[in-house]
């Protein structure tokens, strides 16, 4: 492939077009000659048409020289831009709050902060979420069908014709052939929009059957909004300004441009070794790319550009730093020890009405080695549903207790700090603990006498929900504390509750059921250490699941009444809370009806997240004393432990993630009796061959690690790190479902660990320290290297 020839070709075309194409007008042989110049450069399509280009009229011939021109001008235009000669402003400048810039109008300035962008810089980092290309490229011809594109055409002649398909049919042609707009309208005055002769650019997925080109409802564009890649941003909101979505839209991109024109000023700030080491573009040239791509592509359209690679790079690089300097920073402090731990762990297992399992004895360990380091622990622990994680932060809150510390131990729903203060009660309060509950749902006269006795150190336990992070909660001395399920709480709650001693600085558990693989775990808790319970209680028989079609919903039906009758207890969950949601699902509220019917002599209960907290404690209550049957949604998924409780049955189960499920079967199989989990699906899945293969990994095993793998590997992360997780670990472009992002983010924490080898206060790199503390200070104390 010469590069000689394609300058050649580049060179003639520029002739061919000057003086209103004269020389095209005199010349022969014009398409073979550039067929032959540019045989091994353009599509097929393309080539086909130079082939018969010296026997076309003119019109069309200076259609497909354009054509081929621009062609050869997009190749490898991507991120051609250097803005190495603006001159670089200091970094504060672009943490200029959206307010203050003279550029954007007050309406425009409202705009952009609806968007949740509250300076320059963020506003920078606010990239597109999809694109469209509708650079007028291409024509009639050549145009792929199956694509969206854009095409200035000509309008033929519109016909009306109310009992069609499409009422609406409007004739177009550009010279190279015929295109059909097709519009359900049934109003013929629409017709008036479309006069003979027009000329219009359309935009749409270009349709061909039986040789006719097509689009169904094309956009119809104007010219400003043509001509180029269109980037489009994420623009929901909730602030409801009257603006329909294409005026949004529209407004953002404007506004957007305006702010763009500063991006040229902001200095890098990635070191460079970095940046060559992983061929990264600079930051400034990527965010422009960005916002304004000259290519598009695949790699476009799938946050899989080097301009993309770029932010995410540094997404999760200050990522790594954070977690790194967090863990450094808590190894610098010191905190409490314990002296008498041996003794009284043996005290506490002395009550404890079974035997510990090896894992538990061996977490225990691993736990008390670190406390007794005089450093704060911060650690994550890890075991599979039904593993035994309550009893360990039990037995460290009474290791505590013994030497005259307090704990907390905070949970994320209701439900379960009512069970685990229930719980620790029952095993703590005989060997002198005072367990206290705090949460919303607590009356004002108790909780004031609670907090009281909370700060006078009367209290040694309190467990909670979120209400245990409130500004008023003083402990007198905290040593220790627990967040249980923690993927449902932000780093920030975390900092809140670590914050709540003055005295001490806290031992830090968090437990968690989430069977993230390790690699990945490593990752993204790095400034946790992990602890791992690999092993069930004993006695414990595998859950027994099985896969039923809803048409073979009795023998569901025939093995609960079998359960029920051994004084054992089901749930039935629900992907609804009620079928106002979605109609083609099933509701918990709907179905609880079929169920008490179904057996009317036994006790049927109904939980769903829309009842009061209160509700919910008292049904879970009712459940666990002398209930039968609790139909919920899955309110019940976390942490809930009821041990006679021997069914779980899901309906509507391919509606679920794996692990979500293997969640909820993890209600079931807390004891030595046999359970069961069901999962119920439509007649109509099974010729959904990925639905079944999918749900046959839990037929098949009880490894919450293998599904987890499982998961990953199906559908990435989802529930696991989906969406919402990213607002957790903070991140703007990153996102860890994306297999090249998980690859990453393991490359950042070795960059990190190196950089901060190389340069542990970040000396040498002030502005990344300024955008680390910018991005982090809020969710991570950084104080100390700032
Ligand atoms: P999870 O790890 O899912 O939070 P829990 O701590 O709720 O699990 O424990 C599940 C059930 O197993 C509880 O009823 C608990 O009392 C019981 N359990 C915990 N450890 C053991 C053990 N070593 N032997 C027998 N039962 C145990
Ligand atoms: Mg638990």
């Not at 709050?97 to 920078?124: H, N, Q, Y």
């Not at 957790?728 to 297999?739: I, M, S, T």
């Amino acid at each position: 492939m010469s590069v000689e020839n394609l300058q050649k070709a580049k060179k003639l075309i520029e002739e061919l077009k000057q003086n209103d194409y004269l020389k095209l007008k005199r010349s022969l042989g014009v398409g073979l000659y550039l067929f032959n110049l540019l045989k091994d450069r353009l599509s097929e399509a393309h080539l086909e048409l130079l082939k018969r280009f010296d026997t076309m009229p003119l019109p069309k011939r200076i259609v497909i020289l354009n054509e081929i021109e621009h062609a050869l001008k997009i190749e490898h235009a991507e991120l051609q831009i250097n803005f190495d000669f603006y001159p670089k402003k200091p970094l504060e400048k672009f943490f200029v709050e959206i307010d203050k810039l003279k550029v954007l109008d007050p309406k425009e300035k409202r705009l952009i902060e609806s968007l949740g962008i509250k300076d320059l810089f963020s506003a920078f980092w606010f990239v597109p979420v999809r694109y469209e290309d509708r650079r007028l490229n291409t024509s009639i011809k050549t145009a792929l069908p199956g694509k969206a594109v854009a095409l200035k055409v000509r309008i033929v002649d519109a016909e009306y014709d109310p009992l069609g398909n499409y009422p609406i049919t409007v004739r177009c042609e550009d010279g190279t052939g015929y295109l059909t707009l097709k519009y359900k309208f049934k109003n013929r005055s629409v017709l008036l929009r479309f006069k003979k002769g027009m000329q219009i650019i359309v935009f749409g997925k270009l349709m061909e059957y039986k040789q006719e080109k097509y689009m169904v409802h094309p956009e119809i564009i104007k010219e400003e909004e043509a001509g180029r890649i269109i980037p489009f941003y994420n623009i929901r909101t909730k602030d409801s300004q009257s603006l329909s979505a294409k005026t949004r839209h529209r407004k953002v991109r404007q506004a957007m441009q305006k702010l763009l024109e500063y991006v040229k000023y902001l200095p890098e700030y990635l070191p460079k070794e970095l940046l060559e080491k992983h061929k990264l573009p600079k930051l400034p040239e990527s965010l422009y790319f960005l916002h304004n791509p000259t290519e598009a592509s695949n790699e476009l359209y799938a946050f899989d550009t080097p301009a993309h690679h770029r932010l995410i790079y540094e997404d999760l690089l200050l990522f790594q730093l954070a977690l790194q300097l967090k863990k450094r920073e808590i190894k610098s402090l010191s905190a409490v020890k314990l002296n008498r731990a041996e003794e009284s762990l043996r005290e506490f297992l002395g009550v404890l009405p079974f035997e510990p399992t090896q894992a538990q004895m061996r977490v225990l360990k691993e736990i008390i080695n670190d406390i007794n380091q005089g450093k704060p622990m911060n650690r994550l622990l890890q075991g599979d549903v039904g593993s035994g994680k309550t009893v360990v932060a039990m037995a460290v809150c009474y290791m505590f207790f013994k030497e005259g510390y307090q704990s907390a131990v905070m949970v994320p729903t209701e439900i379960l700090a009512y069970q685990h203060y229930e719980n620790f009660k029952k095993l703590l309060e005989p060997l002198g603990v005072k367990v206290g509950l705090l949460t919303s749902s607590v009356s004002p006269s108790q909780k004031m006498s609670l907090l009281r006795h909370v700060r006078d150190g009367h209290i040694h336990v309190v467990v909670g929900t979120h209400a245990l992070i409130q500004q008023k909660v003083r402990f007198k001395n905290l040593a220790f504390a627990v967040v249980d399920e923690q993927h449902r709480f932000g780093v920030m709650q975390r900092k809140l509750l670590l914050e709540k001693s003055e005295s001490v600085f806290p031992h830090f558990l968090v437990m968690s059921a989430t069977p993230i693989p390790r690699t990945l775990a490593l990752s993204l808790y790095g400034d946790l250490d992990i602890s791992i319970l690999d092993q069930m209680p004993q006695g414990r028989k595998p859950i027994i699941t099985k896969l039923f079609f809803e048409s073979e919903f009795e023998k569901v039906i025939k093995a609960i009444s079998s359960e029920l009758e051994k004084g054992n207890k089901a749930y039935v969950i629900y992907p609804l809370i009620d079928s106002s949601e979605k109609l083609e699902l099933k509701s918990a509220v709907e179905e609880y009806k079929k169920w008490v019917s179904l057996f009317p002599n036994r006790k049927v209960l109904l939980l769903h997240g829309k009842l009061k907290d209160e509700e919910k404690k008292r049904v879970m209550e009712e459940f666990r004393e002398d209930g039968d049957i609790l139909v919920s949604t899955t309110v019940v998924e976390v942490g809930v432990d009821i041990p006679s409780a021997t069914v779980m049955v899901v309906e509507s189960a391919h509606r679920f993630g794996l692990s979500q499920l293997h969640q909820l079967r993890g209600r079931v199989g807390r004891s030595g009796l046999q359970s069961y989990c069901f999962l119920v699906v439509p007649d109509q899945i099974r010729y959904d061959k990925e639905a079944l293969r999918r749900l046959r990994v839990l037929v098949q095993t009880n490894d919450g690690f293998k599904i987890a793998e499982e998961d990953l590997r199906l559908r990435g992360p989802g529930e696991l790190l989906g969406e919402s997780q990213s607002g957790y670990f903070g991140f703007w472009v990153a996102n860890l479902q994306r297999e090249r992002d998980r690859y990453l983010l393991e490359l950042c924490k070795q960059d990190a660990e190196e950089l901060l080898r190389k340069d542990p206060e970040l000396k040498e790199h002030e502005d990344l320290k300024k955008v680390l503390l910018y991005r982090y200070a809020d969710r991570i104390d950084l104080s100390y290297i700032a």
